[in-house]
């Protein structure tokens, strides 16, 4: 018989005993299914990730003071930390930087506007370059700019939640909030922006300089952040940075260098190797699925040993009793595999409508990407599953003696 005479055959012993069929298909239908959900969800997890940090330049380099972390500092060095002259000189030395940008990170504070306060303020000195390398924009007034940050103004941007609970609803522009070491006015209000679990919605942008000049009263910054020029990675713009810091340091490794990119990649590397070891448990039920099939191919080849005995008498050869068995097995397991994939899309999709109601992981709710090419390896997969735990009944059917066979009750 030809290949499609023998799936015709195959679909029909299916059919001939559709419960069997199903419940022997259940190991390999979960299998699937669990396999094509758990790549579903880490491609989704991935694909949140990207865009959060695209939305806030993926190509974004930060460079830190390795003072914060002590044990890893090299004391001996007379530099103690991060200044706006560092930014400049990067600037000046470092042709791939197209723009950098200093903070002064002061943690959470205090900051009332008349009877009305709240206790957890998130203070940063931010340059005028902040809101151009963090993408963030204003929904009312202005960001900080260069003439706030040369004449140490006594101004402020502030966050939705702050101004919310401040101004109960009021236009706060212009207003006057306080907080320790300095009165504020409000000149504008920052887009509402969120990512992993962390927001602006509580910050408060004062002029760097006026931080450093009127709270502080230090020349320090926390951080100088970056970008490349155009045509250069964000790893040889890096390279380059190091080189001049390196070099402002004799060769002391006080300064500590990395960008949204590379922690990018490690949170990818890291949910592509916990999908890939759940993936892996989850295949295991395509084993148990395996061994089903090899039970219900086995007790096929007993009750069907007359047959067997009947196309064997009139020619059949063993080779083509062998591969019939082995077809059955095959689109027995493949059935599954599909049932298991279109149960996983469903369901993707359905986690996605879900999420994209309530709001969660952002607008556009948790995207749950149908990975093609992973269902069709799957399927494939449970296809060879078939064809190796169909092998020994297969292979048992087809040598049968022909005249032991048809003498069998």
Not at 40 to 50: A, I, P, Q
Not at 118 to 133: C, E, N, P
Not at 254 to 274: K, M, P, Q, T, W
Not at 379 to 408: D, H, K, N, Q, W
């Amino acid at each position: 018989m030809s290949v499609f005479e023998l799936i015709r055959v195959a679909w029909n012993m299916l059919k001939l005993h559709k419960l069997r069929a199903f419940l022997t298909m259940l190991g390999v239908i979960i299998g699937v299914m669990s396999v094509t959900m758990i790549v579903m969800v880490s491609n989704g997890f991935k694909s949140f990730l990207t865009g959060e940090f695209e939305r806030l330049g993926s190509d974004t380099i930060f460079v830190m003071w390795q003072g914060a972390f002590e044990s890893r500092a090299d004391q001996s060095s007379e530099i103690e930390g991060l200044k706006l002259e560092d930014q400049q000189m990067i600037l000046d030395r470092c042709p791939s930087v197209d723009l950098a940008s200093s903070f002064v990170m002061q943690g959470t504070q205090k900051a009332t506007y008349l009877d009305n306060s709240i206790s957890d303020a998130d203070i940063t000195g931010v340059d005028q370059y902040a809101a151009v390398l963090n993408k963030i924009e204003v929904t009312s007034g202005r960001h900080v700019d260069d003439t706030d940050v040369l004449n140490r103004s006594n101004v402020c941007v502030i966050g939705k939640e702050i101004g919310e609970k401040l101004f109960d609803g009021a236009d706060p522009l212009g207003k006057l909030i306080t907080i320790p070491g300095a009165t504020l006015e409000v000149v504008g209000v920052m887009e509402e922006f969120e990512m992993m679990g962390q927001s602006n919605k509580r910050d408060v942008w004062i002029p760097i300089t006026t931080v450093q000049d009127k709270i502080t009263g230090s020349d320090m910054v926390s951080m100088i952040t970056m970008r490349p020029n155009e045509g250069y990675k964000v790893n040889e713009t890096m390279d380059e940075v190091w080189e001049v810091l390196m070099e402002k340091s004799n060769n002391k490794k006080v300064y500590r260098i990395d960008s949204r990119e590379s922690i990018l990649g490690v949170f990818n590397a890291i949910l592509g190797g916990a999908g890939a070891v759940l993936a892996g448990i989850a295949a295991l039920s395509l084993l148990v699925g395996g061994i089903g099939i090899m039970n219900i191919m086995l007790v096929s080849v007993t009750e069907r040993t007359r047959e067997i005995g009947l196309r064997k008498a009139v020619g059949a050869r063993r080779g083509a009793v062998l591969f019939q068995f082995l077809v059955e097995a095959a689109l027995l397991s493949m059935i599954g595999g599909l049932i298991g994939m279109s149960i996983a899309y469903g369901f993707g999709q359905l986690v996605t409508l879900i999420t994209k109601q309530l709001k969660f992981m952002g607008d556009s709710g948790m995207p749950m990407v149908f990975p093609i090419t992973a269902a069709i390896y799957s399927c494939m997969f449970s296809a060879l599953i078939g064809i190796v735990f169909g092998m020994y009944p297969a292979m048992r059917a087809s040598a049968l003696s022909p005249i032991e066979a048809l003498r069998t009750e």
